[in-house]
């Protein structure tokens, strides 16, 4: 547990002698309810209904999710696992397309398989699988507090006023969030914030999860819709905005929530810096810009019938991308676990993270 959080802060994932224990954040903030899932279908199902969500939280679930499938092909054929392993790995990292996190660590931890298998049989290299997912998930918990303290730096001193939108926290992460994180570090030195979260259509990651772990964290948390953003900047000084990243191309254009590249553009017409943070392992330098990064498309009903409450009539189309990419012009900074990165991002990034080996 990061000490930027409040004592008893739940955890949003945990490995247990029975499976994955995930916080259930579909139920958030009406009901703390946690379900256990041993086996990859579980895991797949619960990643793409959101029980477990934010691109760090779901690189940690993919680690783990892959001694899960490790264990299911090895049960079914101790001597012919491989390429029900190799389908299962390869049906989970595909789970949610546009955070990299997920594959990151479904390939992070098939490599270690491999050199695993190279010196120990089969049976013999569940072990050293679980060690690398849980050092994935320890990793993350250190880049978290470390983004926390390099991005609080950013934001001035006494009074501070912050926008963010989806929900970048603990929640989102195996530590204490990478947007929220900088908030928690913040707050931790004094820093008296106040804190206007977006509510986050359709899912509402803002209202739901932002608000409630900032409350939960003495934080002053004020839930906008979405379409609020635009008055509030006018009519309040709003110091700075804050999000996360799902994916971050070799120049620096970014993966987010939807509804994040429209809070930039209005950042940048209001005069408020606009911050974006997220650890290493958002990065995805093989593409040179956020152009051919996959945007995941959501069910009509999320928008169509939410809580099972018909809004949209049934002859009208729905479209429901997840994700936006904001370009990188629009980005003030890049806060990461290495510091904090400038523009031009094309030389601050790869001299960040180009030695990245994994
Ligand atoms: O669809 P979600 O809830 O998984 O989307 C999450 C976000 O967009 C977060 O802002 C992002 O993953 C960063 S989390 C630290």
């Keep these: 547990m990061s000490n930027l959080l409040p004592p008893g802060f739940p955890a949003t994932l945990e490995w247990t002698s029975d499976g994955l224990r995930l916080l259930d954040q579909t139920l958030l903030p009406a009901e703390e309810t946690y379900i256990t899932v041993s086996g990859t279908a579980a895991l797949i199902d619960a990643i793409q209904r959101l029980v477990v969500r934010g691109a ?3 690189g940690c679930a993919g680690g783990y999710g892959v001694v899960l499938a490790f264990r299911e092909a090895f049960a079914r054929s101790p001597k012919k696992w491989q390429p029900e392993f190799k389908r299962l790995s390869e049906k989970l990292a595909d789970a949610r397309p546009t955070a ?6 479904v390939e992070r931890c098939c490599r270690k398989l491999t050199a695993a298998l190279a010196k120990k049989p089969g049976s013999a290299v569940e072990k050293a699988l679980l060690a690398e997912a849980v050092a994935i998930h ?3 918990r250190e880049m978290c507090d470390r983004i926390g303290q390099f991005g609080a730096a950013l934001l001035p001193a ?3 006023t912050v926008m963010t939108h989806c929900n970048a926290g603990a929640l989102a992460t195996g530590g204490s969030g990478t947007a929220l994180a900088v908030l928690y570090a913040a707050h931790a ?5 106040s804190v206007f979260c977006d509510e986050t259509r359709p899912l509402l990651q803002g209202a739901r999860l932002t608000s409630w772990e900032l409350t939960r964290a003495g934080i002053a948390a004020t839930v906008i819709c979405d379409s609020m953003a635009a008055m509030v900047m006018r009519t309040r ?3 700075a905005c804050i999000v996360g990243a799902d994916r971050i191309a070799a120049n620096g254009d970014t993966a987010n929530k939807i509804g994040t590249c429209g809070l930039a553009i209005l950042a940048r017409h209001h005069g408020v810096p606009f911050y974006v943070a997220a650890p290493s392992s958002t990065f995805d330098l093989t593409l040179p810009n956020g152009t051919d990064i996959p945007i995941e498309e959501r069910n009509r009903n999320e928008i169509a019938k939410p809580g099972d409450r018909l809004m949209v009539p049934d002859l009208a189309k729905v479209y ?3 994700f936006d990419v904001t370009s990188a012009d629009l980005i003030t900074a890049i806060v990461t676990e290495r510091g904090i990165l400038r523009p031009p991002y094309p030389e601050s990034i790869v001299r960040e993270l180009a030695n990245e080996a994994d």
């Design 237 to 239: 000084r709003v110091d």
């Design 320 to 322: 429901n991308p997840a």
């Design 189 to 193: 030195t004094g820093t008296r914030l």
């Design 56 to 58: 760090p939280a779901l």
């Design 138 to 140: 320890e990793e993350d």
């Design 158 to 160: 006494g009074r501070v």
């Design 100 to 105: 990299v996190n997920l594959r990151w660590a």
